[in-house]
């Protein structure tokens, strides 16, 4: 008895389900002077030869109301939003909540710190880490 391929069920993509990702509220050991929630940013790091990419979703932070500050070898991530934007809003379904983002990441003495740069384009933050000279990868000549 042979099998009609239209039987064999329904492919991966359209087995899975969408699911709600939520945000992770920030537990900060210190207090916090601005008003509002802070959440975890989503991040990605990605290491090249020369460096590591570090991406993050800031969804609605503008160039204007985001921070990034390296301190003691730490180094920082502080972006706001403009809550003015949706004080007349009421929601009437929400699966996005609307508050500011922190994150920190301690660097170790193999990223070159002077070199740090970042980008915000369309709610997406990424910061590139050159890796300090010492720590990238090089060929040695065998003699």
Avoid: C, W
Wanted: proline share 4%; glycine share 6%; hydrophobic share 35%.
């Amino acid at each position: 008895m042979s099998k009609d391929p239209k039987d064999e069920g329904t492919t991966m993509a359209e087995n899975k389900e969408m699911a709600v990702r939520e945000k992770k509220e920030l537990v900060a050991k210190e207090e916090k002077t601005v008003s509002g929630r802070y959440f975890i940013p989503y991040a990605d790091i990605y290491e090249t030869d020369d460096a590591l990419a570090v991406v993050m979703e800031m969804p609605g932070v503008e160039k204007k109301d985001l921070d990034v500050g390296l301190e003691n070898d730490v180094l920082r991530v502080d972006g706001r939003i403009d809550t003015a934007k949706y004080k007349d809003m009421e929601p009437v379904y929400a699966e996005y909540n609307i508050g500011h983002y922190a994150r920190s990441f301690a660097l170790s003495n193999t990223i070159d710190q002077e070199k740090i740069s970042a980008n915000l384009e369309d709610g997406v933050l990424t910061l590139i880490l050159p890796k300090a000279k010492n720590a990238q990868p090089r060929k040695i000549a065998i003699g």
